[in-house]
């Protein structure tokens, strides 16, 4: 039968997750879906053979048919879920950001400590893409020298009315932000954000602990399509991300290429590595990719962000020191 899982949120996010786990994701299933839009409940469901549809998030986690959770609720309430579903003793992948503010971070990590095991995955897809992996991998190797500087670029075709220019950091620019700390393997010392007004592009620069430089181009209303690039430039050369598109073509003297819609075709293979990790971990009693660390880390840098972006002055990163529950010293 494999692992029950439950999905809170029947979204974008939510009926994705749930399609690729139907279909994708070896030794589990769907078997509840909670989303207050009863419609898209049932429409997630149906792509789920048998999934039940859950009252609301709290009767999903308490399902004892759910042996573990994956949130895709909106960003507000992801700490919330979270917190419910360590109470509840019960593995879960929070879709990022872990919290949109630093207290509501810390309080999960509170939690998840205080339980003593570790259930918590933050859902920094991109530490499973296969280009992303081979970046990390390439400077892990040595040959290339130390990182000195990542050049990112990260478009939507568009975003809704309700998105905040405050958005494009928390829960767009979040993504380089965790990219950075994984590939560098360093923390973000210091942030500082300009532009962002009016829907417009936003230019992040990110200053590493060690010295390395980060520049993020942020703009969620492209229009030509969904693309992310990165060039990580090193003592001895660089390292870019290939180009995802599967062909080329090439027709009366013109040379193209499709454009992914969003990201989730761009990142569907990471998508569907992220959830079948979640599930071996789940399965092994541990976890995988971003911990619930990693989130409340993501989340700090995207706090000083939000207010660099508002006083256009560099702000410094405050981080807790690293507990040792998440490999920390103290
Ligand atoms: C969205 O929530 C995602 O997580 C996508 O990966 C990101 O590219 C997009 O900007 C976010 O809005």
């Given amino acids: 039968?494999?692992?029950?899982?439950?999905?809170?949120?029947?979204?974008?996010?939510?009926?994705?997750?749930?399609?690729?786990?139907?279909?994708?994701?070896?030794?589990?299933?769907?078997?509840?879906?909670?989303?207050?839009?009863?419609?898209?409940?049932?429409?997630?469901?149906?792509?789920?053979?048998?999934?039940?549809?859950a009252a609301d998030a709290q009767a999903l986690i308490d399902d004892p048919a759910v042996d573990a959770v994956v949130i895709a609720s909106p960003d507000a309430a992801h700490a919330g879920h979270t917190l419910a579903c360590i109470a509840a003793g019960k593995p879960v992948l929070c879709e990022k950001p872990l919290a949109p503010t630093l207290p509501e971070a810390r309080a999960v990590l509170a939690a998840e400590a205080a339980g003593g095991r570790r259930l918590v995955q933050v859902g920094y897809m991109r530490r499973f893409d296969p280009g992303y992996g081979a970046m990390r991998e390439?400077?892990?190797?040595?040959?290339?020298?130390?990182?000195?500087?990542?050049?990112?670029?990260?478009?939507?075709?568009?975003?809704?009315?309700?998105?905040?220019?405050?958005?494009?950091?928390?829960?767009?620019?979040?993504?380089?932000?965790?990219?950075?700390?994984?590939?560098?393997?360093?923390?973000?010392?210091?942030?500082?954000?300009?532009g962002g007004r009016a829907g417009g592009p936003l230019l992040a620069i990110l200053e590493m602990a060690g010295g390395a430089l980060v520049d993020v181009e942020v703009f969620v209303n492209a229009g030509y399509g969904y693309e992310v690039r990165a060039e990580l430039v090193c003592q001895a050369g660089t390292l870019t991300l290939a180009r995802p598109a599967a062909t080329e073509q090439r027709a009366d003297g013109r040379q193209s290429a499709a454009v992914a819609a969003d990201w989730r075709p761009r990142f569907a293979a990471a998508y569907r590595r992220q959830l079948q990790a979640f599930v071996d971990a789940v399965e092994a009693g541990?976890?995988?990719?971003?911990?619930?660390?990693?989130?409340?880390?993501?989340?700090?840098?995207?706090?000083?962000?939000?207010?660099?972006?508002?006083?256009?002055?560099?702000?410094?990163?405050?981080?807790?020191?690293?507990?040792?529950f998440y490999g920390g010293a103290d």
């Fill in 286 to 324: 541990t976890t995988a990719g971003a911990s619930a660390w990693d989130g409340l880390a993501a989340t700090a840098v995207a706090d000083a962000g939000v207010r660099a972006l508002a006083s256009g002055d560099g702000i410094a990163v405050e981080l807790p020191p690293r507990p040792a």
């Fill in 1 to 53: 039968m494999g692992i029950g899982i439950g999905v809170i949120g029947a979204g974008i996010m939510g009926a994705d997750h749930a399609r690729i786990i139907a279909a994708e994701v070896a030794r589990a299933r769907v078997v509840a879906i909670a989303d207050p839009d009863r419609g898209r409940a049932e429409a997630a469901a149906a792509a789920s053979r048998g999934a039940r549809i």
């Fill in 138 to 194: 390439g400077l892990a190797g040595g040959g290339l020298g130390a990182a000195l500087m990542l050049h990112c670029v990260h478009r939507n075709a568009a975003a809704p009315a309700w998105f905040t220019p405050a958005m494009a950091v928390t829960n767009s620019l979040v993504h380089e932000i965790d990219a950075a700390r994984w590939l560098l393997g360093r923390e973000v010392a210091a942030i500082r954000v300009l």
